[in-house]
């Protein structure tokens, strides 16, 4: 076990304290971590850094590492990642509505060096990443953390019209095969080279979408989102009120003039010819 405070440099911070409250940048920390696995995570976060157009941040908080209970925690070799802090921008796990092509950027890189993965859609995972290496980096139909990554791969990036369940079912498969055809990689995706290869050109394509400027059309598709996670009672008021500013006279003309220039076809074109 080692005691760390950072990661290639990164501080490492906690913020899940009643004066560094969850969402903040917290306060630097130390955390202890099996080597070998802290070799692994810095070699994630690396790749993460450089690949993202944001570069690397100032910090980095961590919900913990080694934690006194059982599974890979209790041997100081998972990690839990909250939130990540560059100068001008910050992405908050639990936002993750708000920062779709951001967070999935992220995410596909995370997975080409970690085998479980547990994101936003996991239970009791919405405010974090959990990371561990507990099994291999693979791709298989019947994991519920993996196959939620794909659904939410082929929603947000790809514009698949996907239901996010975690079940690989005829419909999750079939829009598979489109994205790997249009991507041009071989199938199945439960060939390892295959599934390296959608983490690589997923994380490449959900990069240069994060860097668009974001459509008031966006906005309102992720204002939708969260409505949609509300209770019953309260998800049939607010989406009344909604509807109202939605279809106000004023409003439709503002709306039908908007011109949304997220062109995800352009993008994986680009990606492709690189």
Known sequence: MKSINSINGIPLHYARLT???????????????????????EKA?????????????????????FVAKSGQHGHGSAFDLDAIFWKDTTLVTLNFVHQKQLYLGIESILRK?????LNHFYPSHADHWHLDTSVPVDYQESSKSETLYLQMALKYIYGKS???????????????????KRLKISEPITTIVNYLKFLDL????????????VSPIELINNLEAIIDTLP??????????????????????????????????SVIDDVLEA
């Open 19 to 41: 004066n560094h409250p969850y969402g903040t940048i917290g306060e630097q920390r130390y955390f202890s971590i099996d080597d070998d696995f802290l070799k692994i995570l």
């Open 45 to 65: 976060f690396d790749e993460v850094f450089k690949r993202c157009p944001l570069g690397p941040p100032v910090a980095i908080t961590t919900a913990g590492i």
């Open 113 to 117: 060096h970690f085998g479980i993965v």
């Open 162 to 180: 996907v239901i996010i369940d975690g079940i690989s079912g005829p419909q999750t498969r079939g829009f598979t095969r489109e994205v790997f």
């Open 202 to 213: 997923t994380a490449e394509i959900a990069f240069k979408l994060s860097e668009d400027k």
């Open 232 to 265: 019953t009672a309260q998800k049939q008021e607010v989406r009344q009120a909604l509807n109202s500013f939605l279809d106000h006279i004023e409003t439709s003309k503002w709306i039908n003039s908007i011109k949304y220039d997220l062109d995800v076809e």
